[in-house]
Each structure stands twice: as structure tokens, then as C-alpha cells.
């Protein structure tokens, strides 16, 4: 039996293509989840565009507007909350949150992140993976806590570092992986499936690979064997 439906606050800051894979989703019926609003603390976000391209009219919260930091994520709870959602998804919502916030939608606020964390916590991630050499690289789904980019992993898909690789490029290859682990996040989520337990997340009950549940990327087997 299908689960019910869970609804779903996403808050965004600028393309909004995460947001866009998870209403996609939702809409074609694959996703058990109700996107019932879209906030953006940028007022030109160019994914508030696309948010009322899909029949959804998103409010605006803009950080500048309000005198400090906590009376923004004042304003912020209060129009999430009108929602009464379930599960709150920051789909690169690029407000460091604090502890309240974060505390009060504790185990249900996720992110994704550009990076295979632990490693490369922050921002330009793309660019900082390219300086350092490493040969792999990815996206994580988490859990949000009140250490930046540090909540339980929930997924993470792996994809290579090739020569020649731009900036630009490698970012193309996370991003992809990105809307295919968000919206599988999300799912898990709304089927009920995921805990945390002791700082970690288990699927189904069980704990899989130690950072995450790792999902192998689709383009990342390039020697056609399995792994
Ligand atoms: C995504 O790559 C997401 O992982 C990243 O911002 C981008 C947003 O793209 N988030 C962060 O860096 C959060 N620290 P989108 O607006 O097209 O979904």
C-alpha cells in the first residue's frame, strides 16, 4: 500500500534545480510528498521562476530585511510552520542556520551539499576538490544539525575527477547525481524508512557504509564492471 503523502516546506536561495528534481518527482507520482511551499531568502532567485512554473506560489523572506540573524529565522519558522510540514528541504538555501532553527526542526530538515562529506564542508567546493587532486567527489544528503555541513549522512553518490576536468564540468556531474539522490532521500523519508540513531542514520533499520548510505553514482562505473 502506498504511504499517505507527507508535506513537504522547500527553502531555496538561487537556480533551484534540486528543488525542481523534487516537485518533479512528486508530481509524477514517485514521490509520496506534497510540496506545499517554496521560500526563497533571495528576492531573484531564478528557482522562484520555476517554483511558479509548477503551479506553487513561493514566498520571498529576505535575510536583508530583517535586523539580525534571529529575527529572520523568526520570520522563517513562522512561515514554514503555517505549512505544518513534516520534512523541511534545503535545496541550496545558502543561510548558515542557527541553533534554534535548527533545533526545532531537528530530524526533519535535510541538505544536500556539493561535496563528499565529511570532506569539503563550505563553499566552491567544485573548485577546491579540483586544487587538492583528489580523484573522487560527490554529494551528500544530510540530516541537519547545528554544525555546518555536519549532520547525519542520509546518502552520498560518488563520482570520479577526470583529467581535464573544468570547474564547470565537474560540477555538471555532481549536480546530476544531486537530483537523483534528493529526491531518493526524500522518498526514504516520507516511506517512513530512515532513524537516527546515536548520531547516525539507519535505513530500514540498518546502518550501510560508514559515511552515509552510499549510492553509486550512474555515470561513475566507466570500466563497465560492477562495483
Ligand atoms: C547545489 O549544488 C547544492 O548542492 C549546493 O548549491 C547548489 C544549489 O543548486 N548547496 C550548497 O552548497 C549548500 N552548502 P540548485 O539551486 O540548482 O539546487
Given amino acids: 500500500m502506498n504511504p499517505p503523502p507527507i508535506r513537504v516546506v522547500i527553502l531555496i536561495s538561487g537556480r533551484g534545480s534540486n528543488m ?5 518527482q ?6 509520496p510528498v506534497t510540496v506545499e511551499a517554496v521560500i526563497s531568502n533571495t528576492p531573484d532567485a531564478p528557482g522562484l521562476e520555476r517554483a511558479r512554473e509548477a503551479g506553487l506560489r513561493p514566498h520571498i523572506i529576505d535575510d536583508r530585511d530583517y535586523p539580525s540573524r534571529a529575527a529572520f529565522e523568526h520570520a522563517l519558522i513562522e512561515q514554514i510552520d503555517r505549512y505544518a510540514p513534516h520534512l523541511v528541504v534545503l535545496a541550496g538555501f545558502m543561510r548558515i542556520l542557527g541553533k534554534p532553527l535548527v533545533n526545532h526542526y531537528a530530524g526533519r530538515m535535510m541538505n544536500i551539499h556539493p561535496s563528499l562529506l565529511p570532506a569539503f564542508p563550505g563553499l566552491n567546493t567544485h573548485a577546491r576538490v579540483l586544487a587538492s587532486g583528489v580523484k573522487e567527489h560527490g554529494a551528500s544528503v544530510h540530516f541537519v544539525t547545528p554544525e555546518v555541513d555536519g549532520g ?7 563520482v570520479p575527477v577526470l583529467d581535464g576536468d573544468t570547474e564547470q564540468v565537474l ?31 539507519l535505513l530500514d533499520g540498518e546502518r550501510r557504509p560508514e559515511q552515509g548510505l552510499v549510492e553509486q553514482g550512474a555515470g561513475q562505473n566507466r570500466t563497465g564492471t560492477a562495483q
Fill in 152 to 158: 547525519p549522512l542520509i546518502v552520498q553518490a560518488r
Fill in 171 to 201: 560540477a555538471e556531474r555532481v549536480l546530476k547525481e544531486e537530483h537523483r539522490i534528493y529526491p531518493l532521500a526524500v522518498r526514504w523519508f516520507a516511506e517512513g524508512r530512515l532513524q537516527i540513531k546515536n548520531g547516525a542514520v
Fill in 20 to 24: 525542481q528534481a523534487i516537485i518533479d
Fill in 26 to 31: 512528486a508530481r509524477g507520482g514517485q514521490l
